[in-house]
């Protein structure tokens, strides 16, 4: 097997296997392979005519492999600021897709290439996946040309998937940072959404958070609580306290997102293990879990109870990515709660971020009701009808927006 001490090998091992061109993976989370990017932004020729295909998260991944060079393209369903140049001039597709679709999707799609960043590999001749194991069980046996970077800072996790050292075409040591994710402080409207969030869930609950400070408050809230799960996407920092407190029993996630002590901590606790999205997000996991409480943030929501978690003053910002997946699976779960939780307004309270009707298309639909939390209350959305849902809603927004909400919901009512 070919190995070499820096990434140029890779580089030409693309060129000379893709002279004309091919789609290639690329991980995300704290898998993403930034010496490869750095690599090919010095020498950008290397990445004319390739497609480069991966799910890169919002504020942590920031490459813009699309934008590497006028002829390379990109696929993926999110959008963020980094990659809005290349979105504008067509070289990157945006699909509207979940984890689950997008996991079926690259799980029947052969790639002409892969870049997989993996742990130094064990005395049995296996790497691990470390703690990015989502997307790249479902390409890589698919995968013509491998290219394994193993990373000094990818730790070994106890837990999860592994490929063998000698399946990689090309093999590269690496050692720049791993990429990380902070929440920055916890605003005092983060933190009192999140406390509500918490009194809905009792002990020996799963719990499901995402990203943000609503996600990361919600996970830290958790600490007092006893015999918890988490069945989730990804896990963030706070995780750190929940196992120092014995709060969570089981951890099952696809990534961990945060520092270098994140990640030595959940490579080496037996209670954490890590599976792909294939697993984690498939509806009927979370939907076989009694008690499962999925918990995940939004931009806002309308009278209606139809979620907007993608755009932003008439962009699309991010993506879908596994909001449907949880919410569904909690509806689905014997006991389930599946929780949408948003500030009440924003911009020093001018704009309240519980809206009459959304201007965009929604995230999530009024057939997927919800519980809504917001700093001033919940509104569980489940079974009401249209007017009750809408009465729930103003009573939980800001109290400077509800005299207006209830008029246009007055004056939608009488339109129907």
Same mark, same amino acid.
């Given at each position: 097997?070919?190995?070499? =001490?820096?990434?140029?090998?890779?580089?030409?091992?693309?060129?000379?296997?893709?002279?004309?061109?091919?789609?290639?993976?690329?991980?995300?989370?704290?898998?993403?392979?930034?010496?490869?990017?750095?690599?090919? &932004?010095?020498?950008?020729? $290397?990445?004319?005519?390739?497609?480069?295909?991966?799910?890169?998260?919002?504020?942590?991944?920031?490459?813009?492999?699309?934008?590497?060079?006028?002829?390379?393209?990109? *696929?993926?369903?999110?959008?963020?600021?980094?990659?809005?140049?290349?979105?504008? /001039?067509?070289? %990157?597709?945006?699909?509207?897709?979940?984890?689950?679709?997008?996991?079926?999707? %690259? #799980?029947? +799609?052969?790639?002409?290439?892969?870049?997989?960043?993996?742990?130094?590999?064990?005395?049995?001749?296996?790497?691990?996946?470390?703690?990015?194991?989502?997307?790249?069980?479902?390409?890589?046996?698919?995968? +013509?040309?491998?290219?394994?970077?193993?990373?000094?800072?990818?730790?070994?996790?106890?837990?999860?998937?592994?490929?063998?050292?000698?399946?990689?075409?090309?093999?590269?040591?690496?050692?720049?940072?791993?990429?990380?994710?902070?929440?920055?402080?916890?605003?005092?409207?983060?933190?009192?959404?999140?406390?509500?969030?918490?009194?809905?869930?009792?002990?020996?609950?799963?719990?499901?958070?995402?990203?943000?400070?609503?996600?990361?408050?919600?996970?830290? $809230?958790?600490?007092?609580?006893?015999?918890?799960?988490?069945?989730?996407?990804?896990?963030? *920092?706070?995780?750190?306290?929940?196992?120092?407190?014995?709060?969570?029993?089981?951890?099952?996630?696809?990534?961990?997102?945060?520092?270098?002590? %994140?990640? /030595?901590?959940?490579?080496?606790?037996?209670?954490?293990?890590?599976?792909?999205?294939?697993?984690?997000?498939?509806?009927?996991?979370?939907?076989?879990?009694?008690?499962?409480?999925?918990?995940? #943030?939004?931009? =806002?929501?309308?009278?209606?109870?139809?979620?907007?978690?993608?755009?932003?003053?008439?962009?699309?910002?991010?993506?879908?990515?596994?909001?449907?997946?949880?919410?569904?699976?909690?509806?689905?779960?014997?006991?389930?709660?599946?929780?949408?939780?948003?500030?009440?307004?924003?911009?020093?309270?001018?704009?309240?971020?519980?809206?009459? +009707?959304?201007?965009?298309?929604?995230?999530?639909?009024?057939?997927?009701?919800?519980?809504?939390?917001?700093?001033?209350?919940?509104?569980?959305?489940?079974?009401?009808?249209?007017?009750?849902?809408?009465?729930?809603?103003?009573?939980?927004?800001?109290?400077?927006?509800?005299?207006?909400? $209830?008029?246009?919901?007055?004056?939608?009512?009488? &339109?129907?």
């Amino acid at each position: 097997m070919p190995y070499s =001490e820096t990434i140029d090998a890779a580089i030409g091992a693309l060129k000379s296997t893709l002279p004309n061109g091919g789609r290639v993976f690329v991980q995300g989370c704290a898998g993403e392979p930034l010496a490869l990017a750095e690599s090919l &932004a010095r020498q950008p020729e $290397a990445a004319a005519r390739l497609t480069f295909e991966g799910v890169w998260i919002p504020g942590v991944n920031r490459t813009d492999w699309a934008g590497l060079h006028a002829l390379a393209r990109a *696929e993926t369903i999110f959008l963020a600021p980094e990659w809005r140049d290349s979105f504008r /001039a067509g070289q %990157l597709a945006f699909s509207p897709m979940t984890y689950t679709q997008v996991w079926r999707r %690259l #799980s029947g +799609r052969p790639f002409d290439a892969g870049v997989f960043t993996i742990a130094p590999p064990g005395a049995d001749g296996r790497c691990s996946l470390g703690v990015a194991a989502d997307f790249s069980p479902a390409v890589f046996d698919r995968t +013509r040309l491998r290219i394994g970077l193993i990373h000094a800072a990818m730790p070994a996790v106890c837990d999860g998937p592994t490929v063998p050292l000698d399946t990689f075409d090309v093999v590269v040591q690496v050692d720049t940072p791993l990429p990380g994710y902070c929440a920055g402080m916890i605003d005092p409207v983060s933190a009192a959404i999140a406390a509500r969030v918490g009194a809905l869930v009792p002990d020996g609950a799963t719990v499901q958070t995402g990203l943000g400070k609503i996600g990361v408050a919600t996970l830290a $809230a958790l600490a007092d609580h006893r015999g918890l799960s988490i069945h989730s996407g990804m896990v963030t *920092e706070p995780l750190i306290i929940l196992l120092d407190r014995d709060a969570v029993e089981r951890v099952t996630t696809g990534v961990a997102l945060g520092s270098a002590d %994140l990640y /030595a901590r959940v490579a080496t606790d037996p209670r954490v293990r890590f599976r792909p999205v294939g697993e984690t997000h498939a509806i009927s996991t979370p939907a076989a879990i009694p008690r499962f409480i999925a918990v995940n #943030s939004a931009i =806002e929501i309308d009278l209606f109870g139809q979620v907007n978690a993608e755009w932003m003053d008439g962009r699309q910002v991010s993506g879908g990515g596994g909001l449907i997946d949880f919410l569904r699976g909690a509806w689905a779960s014997d006991g389930g709660v599946p929780v949408v939780a948003l500030p009440a307004s924003a911009k020093g309270d001018a704009l309240s971020r519980i809206v009459p +009707r959304l201007s965009c298309p929604p995230s999530v639909g009024r057939g997927d009701p919800v519980v809504i939390v917001t700093e001033h209350g919940v509104a569980d959305l489940r079974g009401l009808s249209i007017d009750a849902r809408a009465a729930a809603l103003i009573d939980i927004a800001a109290p400077s927006h509800r005299d207006r909400l $209830a008029e246009a919901w007055s004056a939608m009512r009488r &339109a129907m």
